[in-house]
């Protein structure tokens, strides 16, 4: 078996943009820490719902993942718990396989192809099949609603386990522990199968994209390949150079999608006026977030290239602000310290543990943790701009306009 170069990690960006498949093949695969603490969580996790481990064990232990250390802390042991919590609730009396291979090579196309799903939970009684997914990052929270990357298991394991029993249901859940957050997603069997064609035919594309001579942005047949969009670009590795992405930026601040690289870097932001005000802000802010991305990503890729001993033309490598200054040996300097007869408030800061150590540290008592709690406050979110397909409750702002307007009433 093999892993799918058309993965279901990646299904939300080659699923929508085809040709960025061609483009990323031309950059290497790396990781970042927080990719490398996600999988070090994955590992505990798996291992202790594997083996029965007492996943406390691993407190204190040092990893080395994709070449970044580790420690094992006590918020990384309550996240994996909180998880392995819900695995082990909703696989009560049903069959539990954890680390999944499941074969996903007749949706893409690509022989021998597999994903790895998280946890598969087979309720054979319920005819149900069940997908959980565990994500360990702590930006927004990820909705299990139609998504790809769970729809692509859960088609590999209905594949694979589909000769126990004629499934009638699929359930998909992600947890998010760090954010306290757990999504879930129920259908038929028949609508994931209607999903699946949906894979294939994306798959294709992929396909004869790869086919194609890439090397000509603007002709029409190789524009058809590429979609920039938020989703599908924010972990793009070909984002900084990606010319239908460029194409899309350059755009947005109010040219043509057709430009040079010396007419985009002499383009102003177009200035919205009373008339054009309103539907120039609808259109910009809808793309607020991917210009924002493709700017780090810019910037990330000239460093990149500037690391890697490549000349870009203006710019160059300096030496950043210092790290902030640390103890060599923290021992040496408390007897230091003895020796210059200092008091214990003198050598030491002490400070209350916050409201979130004592939430955990109370977790198991929660009639201890009810009186502590009452002793907490915490001040309302501050309004942020969302798309209107956001699940939150919208907020209800009176504006400044209508304040005088009862200020004049009262006056009258």
């Given at each position: 078996?093999?892993?799918?170069?058309?993965?279901?990690?990646?299904?939300?960006?080659?699923?929508?943009?085809?040709?960025?498949?061609?483009?990323?093949?031309?950059?290497?695969?790396?990781?970042?820490?927080?990719?490398?603490?996600?999988?070090?969580?994955?590992?505990?996790?798996?291992?202790?719902?594997?083996?029965?481990?007492?996943?406390?064990?691993?407190?204190?232990?040092?990893?080395?993942?994709?070449?970044?250390?580790?420690?094992?802390?006590?918020?990384?042991?309550?996240?994996?718990?909180?998880?392995?919590?819900?695995?082990?609730?909703?696989?009560?009396?049903?069959?539990?396989?954890?680390?999944?291979?499941?074969?996903?090579?007749?949706?893409?196309?690509?022989?021998?192809?597999?994903?790895?799903?998280?946890?598969?939970?087979?309720?054979?009684?319920?005819?149900?099949?069940?997908?959980?997914?565990?994500?360990?990052?702590?930006?927004?929270?990820?909705?299990?609603?139609?998504?790809?990357?769970?729809?692509?298991?859960?088609?590999?394991?209905?594949?694979?386990?589909?000769?126990?029993?004629?499934?009638?249901?699929?359930?998909?859940?992600?947890?998010?522990?760090?954010?306290?957050?757990?999504?879930?997603?129920?259908m038929t069997t028949e609508d994931l199968?209607?999903?699946?064609?949906?894979?294939?035919?994306?798959?294709?594309?992929?396909?004869?994209?790869?086919?194609?001579?890439?090397?000509?942005?603007?002709?029409?047949?190789?524009?058809?390949?590429?979609?920039?969009?938020?989703?599908?670009?924010?972990?793009?590795?070909?984002?900084?150079?990606?010319?239908?992405?460029?194409?899309?930026?350059?755009?947005?601040?109010?040219?043509?999608?057709?430009?040079?690289?010396?007419?985009?870097?002499?383009?102003?932001?177009?200035?919205?006026?009373?008339?054009?005000?309103?539907?120039?802000?609808?259109?910009?802010?809808?793309?607020?977030?991917?210009?924002?991305?493709?700017?780090?990503?810019?910037?990330?890729?000239?460093?990149r290239r500037l690391l890697a001993g490549?000349?870009?033309?203006?710019?160059?490598?300096?030496?950043?602000?210092?790290?902030?200054?640390?103890?060599?040996?923290?021992?040496?300097?408390?007897?230091?310290?003895?020796?210059?007869?200092?008091?214990?408030?003198?050598?030491?800061?002490?400070?209350?543990?916050?409201?979130?150590?004592?939430?955990?540290?109370?977790?198991?008592?929660?009639?201890?943790?009810?009186?502590?709690?009452?002793?907490?406050?915490?001040?309302?979110?501050?309004?942020?701009?969302?798309?209107?397909?956001?699940?939150?409750?919208?907020?209800?702002?009176?504006?400044?306009?209508?304040?005088?307007?009862?200020?004049?009433?009262?006056?009258?």
């Amino acid at each position: 078996m093999a892993h799918a170069k058309l993965s279901p990690s990646g299904a939300h960006r080659w699923m929508a943009c085809p040709g960025s498949v061609v483009l990323e093949a031309a950059y290497p695969d790396d990781s970042s820490i927080y990719a490398a603490e996600g999988t070090l969580a994955h590992e505990i996790a798996s291992e202790s719902l594997l083996n029965d481990t007492y996943t406390p064990v691993y407190l204190g232990t040092k990893h080395t993942v994709d070449g970044f250390d580790f420690t094992v802390g006590q918020d990384m042991i309550d996240h994996v718990l909180d998880y392995m919590k819900l695995v082990r609730e909703l696989s009560q009396g049903k069959t539990l396989y954890v680390e999944s291979k499941v074969p996903i090579g007749h949706l893409t196309g690509e022989e021998g192809a597999t994903g790895t799903s998280d946890v598969v939970i087979v309720d054979v009684a319920g005819r149900n099949l069940s997908i959980v997914d565990l994500k360990y990052g702590v930006g927004v929270a990820v909705d299990a609603t139609n998504n790809p990357q769970l729809m692509m298991y859960a088609l590999g394991a209905l594949e694979m386990y589909g000769v126990l029993c004629d499934f009638d249901t699929v359930s998909m859940y992600i947890h998010m522990p760090r954010l306290n957050y757990v999504g879930e997603c129920h259908m038929t069997t028949e609508d994931l199968l209607k999903f699946a064609d949906q894979v294939r035919e994306a798959a294709g594309y992929v396909q004869l994209a790869q086919s194609l001579d890439m090397s000509d942005p603007t002709d029409d047949l190789v524009k058809g390949f590429f979609t920039p969009g938020e989703k599908q670009c924010r972990f793009c590795k070909a984002k900084a150079t990606c010319p239908a992405l460029r194409a899309e930026m350059t755009e947005v601040v109010g040219g043509s999608a057709a430009a040079t690289l010396d007419e985009f870097e002499a383009f102003l932001p177009e200035v919205p006026d009373m008339q054009t005000g309103d539907n120039y802000l609808s259109i910009a802010m809808a793309k607020v977030g991917l210009v924002e991305d493709w700017c780090k990503a810019v910037r990330a890729e000239v460093e990149r290239r500037l690391l890697a001993g490549q000349k870009i033309d203006g710019f160059k490598l300096v030496e950043g602000r210092k790290g902030n200054r640390k103890w060599k040996d923290e021992a040496e300097v408390e007897a230091l310290f003895k020796s210059f007869r200092l008091r214990q408030d003198e050598m030491y800061d002490m400070s209350l543990i916050s409201p979130t150590k004592a939430e955990k540290m109370f977790k198991s008592n929660p009639k201890r943790w009810e009186k502590v709690e009452a002793l907490t406050s915490r001040s309302d979110g501050k309004p942020s701009v969302a798309f209107a397909s956001d699940k939150r409750s919208e907020l209800t702002v009176q504006s400044v306009a209508d304040d005088f307007s009862d200020l004049i009433k009262t006056a009258n």
